[in-house]
């Protein structure tokens, strides 16, 4: 049996990571909370590692079956037994470097603290280097909050949580750190254009569900994305997303200077990733113009006077 090695810290936080299979990145990700007195981790039934991992690095583990990150999310602000007031919630394959957690304890433990939650900046690894241009840098995110004054809402695919309260933000980055294999990265973008495009379709028809993010420009970050994906990004032609995108950020937005990773990953994100959407929404179309070509009016047969047969179709006589 291992060796349990989660001695906890004395900050009044909770800690919350959303895992499934996430062995390869976890066991970092809770080692860099450690001053945190309480880990929670949400885990959708695990086949690998992950659970053993996450008990001998002493947190608590709760089995929730995955339907979507803001339920996920939700699910856990409402049923987990929270310890401590403050909550900070992680992806598994994201670290807190020891100046932001210094800062965090920073602010939880003031007493006249006035903010109901923090923005944190999010620092991008990949392939070993920080992406810092292209648009990547600073990525600001509530992370940090007091678990009655939020609940997460949707922005597209992703997630968002609404704070109810004053907002402040904490300058040091953490760091997303993903060790899993390039595979993974593509298999999850597939995942995600499948449900973009399901996204789009439904909105054609005028079915789709209510975003609870406003698109305001003069608004929070998370706003104003939702405002330039509504008013600017959705009319554009399918085709020509992918082409504005890349330029605007490996080219306009500097990407370039990330060098050879920058180049891989703006080929990926900035060009492939729409591109994909994009395709699969015209994929979509087609099936649904085949469909309805072959849901014709159905045909009735009525008797002719002559001992043969007139063949009269709906909407004629």
């Known amino acids: 049996m291992p060796e349990r ?91 807190i470097p020891q100046p932001l957690a210094a800062k965090i304890a920073a602010a939880v433990g003031d007493p006249a603290q006035a903010c109901a939650g923090f923005y944190l900046r999010r620092r991008l690894w990949f392939m070993g280097r920080w992406l810092r241009h292209g648009g990547l840098y600073p990525a600001w995110i509530m992370r940090l909050f007091k678990r009655d004054a939020g609940r997460f809402g949707r922005h597209g695919v992703s997630e968002h949580l609404i704070l109810n309260g004053q907002a402040g933000y904490l300058l040091d980055p953490f760091d997303h750190r993903d060790n899993k294999p390039l595979y993974d990265w593509i298999q999850r973008h597939n995942r995600y254009s499948e449900l973009e495009a399901e996204e789009h379709a439904a909105a054609s028809q005028g079915k789709s569900q209510a975003h609870s993010i406003a698109g305001r420009l003069w608004g929070s970050q998370a706003e104003r994305k939702q405002w330039i994906k509504l008013r600017v990004w959705g009319r554009l032609p399918l085709f020509v997303r992918p082409f504005l995108l890349f330029c605007r950020n490996y080219i306009l937005k500097g990407g370039l200077l990330d060098g050879r990773q920058g180049f891989i990953y703006h080929v990926l994100w900035s060009f492939w990733y729409p591109f994909l959407i994009s395709v699969k929404i015209i994929e979509k179309r087609v099936a649904a113009s085949s469909l309805a070509s072959l849901e014709l009016p159905a045909a009735t047969v009525a008797p002719k006077s002559g001992g043969g047969r007139k063949v009269i179709r709906a909407g004629t006589s």
């Open 5 to 95: 090695t989660g001695a906890r810290g004395l900050v009044s936080v909770s800690v919350v990571v959303l895992t499934r299979n996430e062995a390869p990145n976890l066991e970092e990700c809770l080692g860099s909370v450690r001053w945190a007195s309480e880990a929670l981790v949400v885990d959708s039934f695990s086949t690998d590692a992950t659970v053993e991992i996450a008990e001998r690095l002493g947190a608590r583990v709760f089995l929730h079956a995955f339907e979507a990150c803001a339920d996920q999310w939700n699910w856990a602000l409402d049923n987990l037994p929270f310890s401590n007031e403050w909550v900070l919630v992680l992806d598994a394959d994201e670290r």
